[in-house]
């Protein structure tokens, strides 16, 4: 069971951060000249099917983690103990969760809010303030999220090293 939930939350991860990368790396700088003129249907039309994606597989992540943790032997009794939380193993996992909450409410803002609003006026008014503002809010939430994934990863890779 353990390299099975390992598997699965090192995949849905994977995917999750791989998607932000990719949007940094890839879309966002294709968007700046040949397909600037659609880049508010572009955006709406991948953000979303990702957006709905990620939040299918947030539960995953959370449900492999725990079946992880049980796999490697901890019973869901000892994961209600002080101690275990207070371990250097116990410490690690619960900074991954803090973050992983900060994640939540990050991707909660960017994806139901800033996102959908800065790509509707993106090809209505681009150059109007709003959008503009709108904009720079969605770039900054999606970069403190790909920020949150990766030290999330290097916490992860952490708990095994």
């Not at 939930?5 to 990719?22: D, K, Q």
């Not at 619960?94 to 994640?103: D, H, M, P, R, T």
Request: glycine residues 10%; charged residues 15%.
């Amino acid at each position: 069971m353990y390299q099975w939930a390992v598997f699965f939350h090192v995949l849905i991860a994977m995917f999750w951060i791989g998607g932000m990368l990719f949007t940094v790396a890839v879309l966002v700088p294709a968007t700046r000249r040949r397909l600037a003129s659609q880049k508010g249907l572009l955006f709406t039309e991948l953000g979303t099917r990702f957006s709905r994606l990620s939040w299918v597989l947030f539960p995953l992540l959370l449900l492999t983690g725990v079946l992880a943790l049980l796999g490697r032997g901890y019973q869901l009794p000892h994961l209600l103990e002080a101690g275990f939380w207070l371990s250097g193993y116990g410490m690690l996992i619960g900074k991954k969760i803090v973050l992983f909450a900060f994640v939540l409410i990050v991707s909660g803002i960017h994806d139901f809010w800033l996102g959908p609003a800065a790509a509707r006026l993106m090809d209505d008014a681009p150059d109007h303030p709003r959008t503009k503002r709108l904009r720079s809010a969605s770039k900054w939430a999606g970069r403190i999220n790909l920020l949150l994934g990766l030290v999330i990863v290097f916490l992860a890779v952490s708990l095994v090293r």
